[in-house]
């Protein structure tokens, strides 16, 4: 098992420009969720998904918009990018409702200039 | 206020010293609680899960009070591979609240 993949590792974006980070799990699990990871701020909860076809918005959602249409796959999609958009992305699964442990993905460096 | 709000050390120990962790969350409906690992620019992993009973898990020690609505986390006996940054989660309706995370140098 790949276990959470998430492409690119590495991003640079210009203000404005929009594009998607990718995430994948072959685990068949439930859940997924996208954080966002700032210096002296903890991991942030942007958006979530329970299942396939269904998705909800975290604690940080403005500027960002999932979709679910297979249980492996969950991208994020940054709009027009801002230059406070700058972070480090995860990408997170966990089996379902009731298992404890989130599996998370190596992460993606974004700089927005 | 934040949710879940953790010392940011950072604590440096010697080999072989007990460090606790002190963690408190604002949502008295929380359902979940654990800790995580984070080493240096790596995803977090899950280190163990927290119950009111208390769990332990070879020098790893996770008490949760509900009534303070507090968590702590105490290791015994440091060895140099337990550095790294220590993250308190909680869970409320699947919305995973995290802590800034408490840094940890464990020195020869």
Known sequence: NAGVTQTPKFQVLKTG????????????????????????????????????????????????NVSRSTTEDFPLRLLSAAPSQTSVYFCASREGPGSDEQYFGPGTRLTVT | RKEVEQDPGPFNVPEGATVAFNCTYSNSASQSFFWYRQDCRKEPKLLMSVYSSGN?????????????????????????????????????????????????????
């Open chain 1, 17 to 64: 420009q929009s594009m998607t980070l990718q995430c994948a799990q072959d685990m068949n699990h439930e859940y997924m969720s996208w954080y966002r990871q700032d210096p002296g701020m903890g991991l942030r909860l942007i958006h979530y998904s329970v299942g396939a076809g269904i998705t909800d918005q975290g604690e940080v959602p403005n500027g960002y």
């Open chain 2, 56 to 108: 332990e898990d070879g020098r790893f020690t996770a008490q949760l009070n509900r009534a303070s609505q507090y968590i702590s986390l105490l290791i015994r006996d440091s060895k140099l591979s337990d550095s790294a940054t220590y993250l308190c989660v909680v869970n409320f309706n699947n919305d995973m609240r995290f802590g800034a995370g408490t840094r940890l140098t464990v020195k020869p």
